[in-house]
C-alpha cells in the first residue's frame, strides 16, 4: 500500500510543502519539524514514536523493534517564510494562471479551444512573457490578428500578471488531500 504524503507548514502555519513519507520520518527524527496529531498537537521525536505505541489509525513505517506512526501534518522548527519560487513560462501554466478564461471574450474554454496571443505581436517585437501574453480563444485570436490592442480596439478584461507563489495545496489533487490538511486549504 502506498503511504501518504505529509504536510509542511511554516512556523506560522502555513502551508510550504507536501513531502513524501520518507523525508518526514528524516526531518522529524533531525529534529527539524515536530509533527502534528489530528488534533493538531505537537509532538517531537521520541514523544511521536510514544504515541504511536497507543494509536493504530495512521499508517506506519515498520522499524526492527516497532511501527512508528507517519505524521500527516509537520511544523518546520526554523523557517517562517512563504518560499519565492519563479515558475518558467509554459503554455500550460499560462491556461491555468488565466484559469482556461479567454482575456478577450472573459469565456471559459477546454485546452484543445485555448490559443496565445502576444498583447504587443511578436512581429512589432513584443516578447513572449508572462506579461505580454493572455490566453485567448481562437476566434478573439483571429480577430485581434497581429495588432496591438489600441489597433484592433478589443477590449482585455484581465491584466496579464507574472504568477506568484501559492500554496501547496491549491493544485494538489484532490482525492489525495488527507482530511487533517482540509484546515489549511482556502474552500
Request: hydrophobic share 30%; charged share 25%.
Amino acid at each position: 500500500m502506498k503511504k501518504p504524503n505529509t504536510l509542511v507548514l511554516n512556523k506560522s502555519w502555513f502551508p510550504v510543502n507536501i513531502i513524501n513519507w520518507e523525508r518526514t520520518m528524516t526531518l522529524l527524527s533531525q529534529d527539524i519539524v515536530t509533527a502534528l496529531d489530528r488534533e493538531m498537537s505537537p509532538y517531537n521525536f521520541m514523544e511521536w514514536i510514544e504515541f504511536s505505541d497507543l494509536i493504530d489509525d495512521y499508517p506506519t513505517v515498520k522499524t526492527t523493534s516497532r511501527d512508528i506512526a507517519i505524521p500527516e501534518i509537520v511544523i518546520l522548527s526554523q523557517f517562517n517564510k512563504v518560499p519565492k519560487i519563479k515558475y518558467r513560462y509554459t503554455r500550460d501554466r499560462l491556461f491555468k494562471r488565466d484559469n482556461y478564461t479567454c482575456g478577450f471574450c472573459n469565456n471559459k474554454f477546454k485546452r484543445s479551444e485555448l490559443t496565445i496571443d502576444h498583447i504587443h505581436p511578436k512581429s512589432k517585437g513584443g516578447e513572449t512573457s508572462w506579461t505580454n501574453t493572455i490566453t485567448a480563444c481562437k476566434k478573439c485570436n483571429w480577430k485581434k490578428g497581429n495588432k496591438t490592442i489600441d489597433e484592433s480596439g478589443i477590449k482585455i478584461y484581465f491584466n496579464p500578471t507574472v504568477p506568484h507563489w501559492t500554496s501547496p495545496l491549491q493544485h494538489y489533487e484532490y482525492t489525495s488531500i488527507l482530511n487533517s490538511w482540509k484546515s489549511f486549504m482556502k474552500v
